[in-house]
């Protein structure tokens, strides 16, 4: 296709070895990363939204965004000069158990693109169609799930969270059928295709297949390949870059992990294959955001039950699929101690972002063992008083130290009868909050400004996500890009976006794609 010049240079395929058989007939692939596989061209490619930051990143201009080739090329039915689509091959833990070779089922990379800046972005279309690795499903996407990742994965960057990327929604003109609940009533949707932007797409689970069936050839050439190509500063590392190379995923991990305890995000399927090994959030299926606070919640029906994923257990979850990840690993090690000192790197790092968070969103200038244990008071609180997290720290900032009052705090709660009964201890707990920030060595215009750069105004709760899916279900793209550009400024207060920034509304609490998700969505 003719178009502007685009320089891409794809490492993932060039520096390691591929599957012999092209196509996407489904297949155990053995001895190999990837295997070279055509996304399937779809009935009608339009392009739903833009990423205008995406495109400017990547060094897409108008010429080439507004073009009509941008949709056929993002919607699978053509390619770039340059592009060499493949699918990778990788396995993973699911719900603690191993479950062999998974791979992308409903994922091809495009190629990876060399921006003008010098930085390399693999182009990845989710919803493509059919690869080695989908096990008998059609590898699409619908409309409903693909605009959850097109705007989250924009969101998350917003909020400060490391995170994939989204350049581009296509709607695709074919339906696509999906038993939302597995319950046995299926039914025809509306399919898009979304162009996922990152460094890297290795998971833990690419090291954890050849590990698992004993390639040590290739878990080391995954090893070197993924250091030269996202680890560059470890090229010089000699021996010593492997132990070097997990204490720093470790550490990126724990950041990453801290960031969505900050923001009250809930992954909600923290598998090992959809765990970044560059420590970014990855694979926006049955996520949600913490409305009422509450540690045990899920929003993943998959599980319900178990609650392996629930968010007060994402820490944990991240040290236990880190430990697989170790495992896999220690083929290329001769003693296990540098994997130890990794791993207890993520705790280090885990403990002192955790307490930098707290620090932050009480506004204090650092935080002592004293505010972890005002800090878990005050979540139990929100908890028992069933307050809404994010507009209860926002609330916090209404605080007079010399007068606290719950007035500032009235906002979020979601019943009055849970406010009479936790009243007492939120003024209690006022009083002790108001005497810290007194003693503290930061000014009131300080305190202010690290709250606000630490509790979000906007997030994106399930039930706004829902609005703008129900619009767009109907040709009504308007709510999409009106949620899109106020997630851009998630610490913002923006006037006449007060509805963006309220609580959970009786209608969202039971309804479909609001508190219950599963994995299709």
């Known amino acids: 296709?003719?178009?502007?010049?685009?320089?891409?240079?794809?490492?993932?395929?060039?520096?390691?070895?591929?599957?012999?058989?092209?196509?996407?007939?489904?297949?155990?692939?053995?001895?190999?990363?990837?295997?070279?596989?055509?996304?399937?061209?779809?009935?009608?490619?339009?392009?739903?939204?833009?990423?205008?930051?995406?495109?400017?990143?990547?060094?897409?201009?108008?010429?080439?965004?507004?073009?009509?080739?941008?949709?056929?090329?993002?919607?699978?039915?053509?390619?770039?000069?340059?592009?060499?689509?493949?699918?990778?091959?990788?396995?993973?833990?699911?719900?603690?158990?191993?479950?062999?070779?998974?791979?992308?089922?409903?994922?091809?990379?495009?190629?990876?693109?060399?921006?003008?800046?010098?930085?390399?972005?693999?182009?990845?279309?989710?919803?493509?169609?059919?690869?080695?690795?989908?096990?008998?499903?059609?590898?699409?996407?619908?409309?409903?799930?693909?605009?959850?990742e097109f705007l989250c994965s924009e969101a998350m960057h917003h909020l400060g969270?490391?995170?994939?990327?989204?350049?581009?929604?296509?709607?695709?003109?074919?339906?696509?059928?999906?038993?939302?609940?597995?319950?046995?009533?299926?039914?025809?949707?509306?399919?898009?295709?979304?162009?996922?932007?990152?460094?890297?797409?290795?998971?833990?689970?690419?090291?954890?297949?050849?590990?698992?069936?004993?390639?040590?050839?290739?878990?080391?050439?995954?090893?070197?390949?993924?250091?030269?190509?996202?680890?560059?500063?470890?090229?010089?590392?000699?021996?010593?870059?492997?132990?070097?190379?997990?204490?720093?995923?470790?550490?990126?991990?724990?950041?990453?992990?801290?960031?969505?305890?900050?923001?009250?995000?809930?992954?909600?399927?923290?598998?090992?294959?959809?765990?970044?090994?560059?420590?970014?959030?990855?694979?926006?299926?049955?996520?949600?955001?913490?409305d009422d606070y509450d540690p045990d919640w899920t929003p993943n029906t998959t599980d319900a039950q178990g609650r392996r994923y629930r968010f007060g257990t994402q820490p944990q979850v991240a040290y236990w699929n880190l430990t697989r990840l170790a495992q896999a690993l220690s083929p290329l090690f001769d003693d296990v101690a540098p994997l130890h000192d990794g791993l207890a790197r993520f705790q280090a790092v885990h403990a002192q972002r955790e307490r930098e968070d707290i620090a932050a969103k009480f506004g204090l200038a650092q935080c002592g063992d004293d505010d972890v244990a005002m800090m878990a008071a005050w979540l139990q609180i929100l908890q028992d008083g069933e307050m809404d997290m994010t507009l209860a720290f926002r609330g916090l900032m209404a605080l007079d130290p010399q007068a606290p009052s719950v007035q500032g705090l009235d906002a979020a709660f979601y019943s009055a009868e849970r406010r009479e009964a936790v009243l007492p201890a939120v003024q209690a707990w006022l009083q002790q909050y108001a005497a810290r920030l007194r003693a503290d060595t930061l000014d009131a215009a300080m305190r202010q400004q690290r709250m606000a750069a630490a509790n979000p105004v906007y997030v994106l709760r399930n039930w706004l996500a829902q609005e703008a899916i129900e619009q767009a279900e109907q040709g009504d793209m308007s709510g999409v890009h009106t949620l899109l550009e106020v997630l851009r400024h998630p610490y913002d207060v923006q006037p006449g976006r007060a509805h963006f920034a309220g609580k959970r509304p009786d209608w969202a609490r039971d309804k479909a794609g609001c508190s219950m998700l599963s994995c299709s969505s």
């Open 161 to 290: 969270v490391p995170t994939t990327r989204a350049l581009s929604l296509v709607g695709t003109g074919d339906a696509v059928v999906r038993d939302m609940f597995y319950d046995g009533h299926p039914k025809a949707e509306p399919g898009a295709v979304v162009c996922r932007v990152a460094p890297s797409f290795i998971r833990f689970g690419t090291f954890e297949l050849p590990a698992s069936r004993g390639d040590v050839a290739l878990l080391r050439q995954l090893a070197d390949a993924c250091i030269a190509r996202d680890f560059p500063a470890l090229a010089d590392a000699g021996a010593q870059r492997y132990a070097q190379w997990f204490a720093q995923i470790c550490e990126r991990t724990a950041i990453l992990v801290a960031h969505w305890m900050r923001v009250g995000f809930v992954h909600g399927v923290m598998n090992t294959d959809n765990m970044s090994i560059l420590g970014l959030t990855i694979d926006y299926g049955p996520y949600g955001w913490v």
């Open 1 to 148: 296709m003719d178009t502007q010049p685009l320089r891409f240079d794809n490492r993932f395929i060039g520096d390691l070895p591929g599957d012999e058989e092209t196509g996407p007939r489904v297949r155990e692939v053995r001895g190999a990363a990837w295997s070279s596989v055509m996304p399937t061209p779809v009935a009608a490619p339009q392009l739903l939204a833009l990423s205008t930051e995406v495109a400017d990143l990547l060094g897409l201009g108008p010429d080439l965004t507004d073009s009509p080739d941008f949709p056929r090329v993002f919607g699978g039915n053509a390619l770039y000069a340059g592009m060499q689509p493949w699918a990778a091959n990788y396995g993973g833990h699911q719900f603690g158990h191993w479950a062999g070779q998974l791979g992308d089922g409903r994922a091809i990379s495009l190629g990876e693109l060399l921006a003008p800046d010098g930085a390399r972005w693999e182009l990845q279309l989710k919803g493509a169609g059919r690869t080695p690795y989908s096990r008998g499903a059609d590898g699409r996407a619908v409309l409903r799930s693909s605009i959850r």
